[in-house]
Structures are given as C-alpha cells and as structure tokens.
C-alpha cells in the first residue's frame, strides 16, 4: 500500500532540531556557517570555510556525494572509483560514496553501472540553493530515465547540511513521483539509500576494524535485513574513532526499514528487499505508485565522532523524531 505523506522542507526539519536541541551552538572560534556554491557540474559544500563535501550532479549515472569530511577532520566514505589509493578495494564501483539509487524500477536497473537494462537518474536543475548559519540546503529537479531514453518518474530532491561544534549531518527528502504512468518499486535487495563507508571502517578485510548496531541492539553482521529506526556503522579512520548514524523518519513507508548494511563497508535504507531480507514470496516488497501520484522517504545520516554510545544516536534519534 502506498503511503502519502505532507512535505516538510529540510530547512523546518533543521529548525525543529534547533528547537529540540540537536544542534549545539556554534563555536565562536570555529566558524560554523555552510557555504553552497555551483561549479557547473557539482556543489562544493564548504563547512567554517574547510572542505566538507561535493555534490557531482553531472558526468556520472546518478549524482553521488564525495567525499564526506566528518568531525576532526576525517575522510569517511571510500575513495574508489573516483581515486585509487593504495589499499582500497575495487569492487562495486556503483558504490560512489554516497547515493540514492534502486535495482528495480518498472523493471529498470538504476543501482548498478554494469550490464543489460541501465538507466539514468538525470538532473534537470536546481531549484533552490541556500547557504547560511549551522545549515544550508538545495533543491534539484531529477528525471529517472529507461534505456529507450524515456522518463520512468521523476523526483523532487532536497538536501539539507547541518553541523555543530562535534557532529555533522546530511537530511534526505526524495520524493518520487509517477509522473508518467504507475511506478513500481521492485522487491530486491540492490538500493537505495546507500553509502561506502572508509575501508578501515569495515567489519572485514586487510584493514577493517568496524562494527554495526542498530536500535533493536542487533550487532555487526547480524544487522543484515533487519528491520530498525536507525544504524549506526563506526571504526577507526586514521587515528580516530568515527562513526556514521543513519536514521529513518517514521513517516517512511514501511518503517522502520530493513537495512542492507554488509561487512565491506555498504551502507544502506531499503525498504523494498523483503524477498532476501525476511525471506517472503518473490515479490512481497514491490511498492507501487499509482499514475499521477507520488511517495516520500526522508533519512537522516549523522556523522560522528566514537560510537554510538560516545554519540548519544539513541537520544539524538528521540530528539530527531519529534
């Protein structure tokens, strides 16, 4: 079943996390303010004047963020396929940082970039791009294209960028609408909100020392299809524990959602896999949209220093709730 729900903008969502206490005054010796500027095929998000994150909307299959620089500092999601360091692996390479993309859309695949029956999530335009105090934010126009070169559905996308003095986090809200004709959300495990995590950060691996947990107290790979309110995936990076919190709003459809958060560093809301995931009939995880009309999803991802304990996720998700 389809659920509709009203549209709330990331900027009052940020608002309400203001009034809820979320967002820690900022430091008068380190600049807070988020800078947004277009560079013609990207955003260049900039956090206090420093580098915090691009938004490359042209030249790929899908736009991506990358990289993500959290709290003190660190890199954490992984650099390839966009660079090739040493010690990196190189599997997956729709695995782009961080995305929103599905295995299954009226039979279309948009989560992968290789083999038969691709599309393309394109963008159109933006149609707003706030920079400001402890927050900025964007809207952007995006086409879901079919490999005959015709639009599937289109989406309304509004991200939104907020700090304070120890954490730093990202609010989705997609709206996906069947603008065409009905949309369905196929049952696989291959989306949708995902993110690649650093290499050191993974439970496996030459250099992984990460762990999972999520609110039902479900740990590293146990976390795998499991339905939850959040996840949160920490490990070293560099020097320091980081951590990254992922929040599904109780507004989603079918919340809370299942997640496909794996060993390897893949981090990721999908609501649609129930055939893997709990292992129901072929097909119990399609959702359908009907012509005309439309679904939203927002998630939040906190980006945090230790793990979730040393970042409160428990009482930051109570807090993001309300």
Not at 47 to 55: A, R
Request: proline share 5%.
């Amino acid at each position: 079943m389809t659920r509709h729900v009203k549209k709330i903008s990331c900027g009052a969502l940020l608002w309400l996390a203001l009034g809820s206490g979320l967002l820690q005054a900022a430091n008068p010796l380190s600049p807070q303010d988020v800078k947004i500027t277009d560079q013609n095929d990207r955003l260049r998000i900039e956090i206090g004047g420093q580098f915090f994150s691009d938004y490359v909307y042209q030249g790929a299959r899908r736009p991506y963020m990358y990289p993500i620089i959290g709290p003190g500092g660190q890199a954490m999601t992984r650099n390839w396929p966009m660079k090739s360091p040493e010690g990196e692996e190189h599997d997956h390479p729709h695995h782009k940082s961080l995305w929103f993309s599905h295995g299954e859309v009226n039979k279309v695949n948009f989560w992968t970039d290789e083999g038969a029956n691709l599309g393309l999530i394109v963008h159109e335009k933006f149609t707003k791009i706030v920079s400001g105090s402890t927050e900025g934010s964007f809207q952007e126009a995006i086409k879901w294209v079919g490999p005959d070169g015709k639009t599937v559905c289109t989406e309304d996308r509004t991200v939104g960028i907020g700090n304070s003095e120890k954490l730093r986090w990202i609010d989705f809200q997609i709206t996906i609408k069947a603008s065409e004709a009905d949309v369905v959300f196929g049952d696989t495990k291959e989306g949708s909100m995902g993110i690649r995590l650093a290499e050191t950060m993974r439970l496996t691996g030459k250099t992984g020392k990460g762990h999972i947990i999520n609110s039902a107290g479900q740990k590293d790979g146990d976390t795998w299809g499991k339905r939850a309110a959040w996840c949160d995936y920490y490990g070293p990076v560099n020097n320091a524990t980081v951590g990254v919190a992922f929040f599904d709003h109780p507004q989603n459809p079918r919340y809370p959602t299942t997640w496909h958060v794996r060993d390897y560093g893949l981090f990721a809301a999908n609501p649609f896999g129930l055939h893997d995931f709990e292992k129901k009939p072929v097909g119990a995880g399609d959702m359908k949209i009907p012509s005309g009309q439309s679904v939203t999803f927002r998630y939040r991802m906190i980006f945090h220093m230790g793990n979730e304990k040393d970042a409160d996720i428990a009482g930051l998700y109570e807090k993001y709730i309300k």
